[in-house]
């Protein structure tokens, strides 16, 4: 079956400018994450959804970044005015539900690259 | 939150079993062990998880020790494509919660 997919998979901006990654996760999936990773360390978590809702955006590292899952299935995560130290691996995940026993699919990641 | 820790790298040779080990002394009654291996250039995958009691899967297996203070994930018999990160994880069986990934384990397989 579709794992999750993530689109684009590279995106090259400016500095300054605004961008949009896109998820779509597993069909059913309650359940989406948003991590970045940059090189050589573990992802680092971003924010989560639970159906339409933001459970938890603790790890958004400022009011530039923002993301929505409006019908609770396709998620997007919006970076406004993008800084060179923004360029990492962004992932996305998702799974049945957020309970700790239900494993994340992860998609193979968007890497985005300020200039 | 409860924390891990792991030997930056690892080595071993195709075809050996490989012992990843993973330190959790401050871990909680309530805490799942979890691991996650990523592939290079791929994003994480899910390996293994388990509570109290040893787990095998098709993957790997899960040794957890008595007192849960540490655990340790087995490949039976590396192959090259099992050259990857591994993260060991904990997440609360009580919360609803995100995953805190470390630095994990870099292995390296030798032909």
């Known amino acids: 079956g579709a794992g999750v997919s993530q689109t684009p998979s590279n995106k090259v901006t400016e500095k300054g400018k605004y961008v949009e990654l896109r998820c779509d996760p597993i069909?059913?999936?309650?359940?989406l994450y948003w991590y970045r990773q940059s090189l050589g360390q573990g992802p680092e978590f971003l924010i989560y959804?639970?159906?339409?809702?933001?459970?938890?955006d603790s790890g958004l590292p400022n009011d530039r970044f923002f993301a929505v899952r409006p019908e609770g299935s396709v998620s997007t995560l919006k970076i406004q005015r993008t800084e060179r130290g923004d360029s990492a691996v962004y992932l996305c995940?998702?799974?049945?539900?957020?309970?700790?026993?239900?494993?994340?699919?992860f998609g193979p990641g968007t890497r985005l690259t300020v200039l | 939150d409860a924390k891990t820790t792991q030997p930056n790298s690892m080595e071993s040779n195709e075809e050996e079993p490989v012992h990843l080990p993973c330190n959790h002394s401050?871990?909680?009654?309530?805490?799942?062990i979890h691991w996650y291996r990523q592939l290079p250039s791929q994003g994480p995958e899910y390996v293994i998880h388990?509570?109290?009691s040893n787990v095998n899967n098709r993957m790997a297996s899960l040794a957890i020790a008595e007192d849960r203070k540490s655990s340790t994930l087995i490949l039976h018999r590396a192959t090259l494509r099992d050259a990857a990160v591994y993260y060991c994880?904990?997440?609360?069986?009580?919360?609803?919660?995100?995953?805190?990934f470390g630095k994990g384990t870099r292995l390296h397989i030798l032909p």
């Open positions: 994880i904990l997440r609360d069986t009580n919360r609803d919660d995100k995953i805190i």
């Open positions: 388990g509570l109290t």
């Open positions: 959804f639970q159906g339409t809702g933001a459970a938890d």
């Open positions: 401050t871990i909680s009654g309530t805490d799942y």
């Open positions: 069909s059913g999936h309650t359940a």
């Open positions: 995940a998702s799974s049945l539900t957020a309970l700790p026993y239900n494993e994340q699919f």
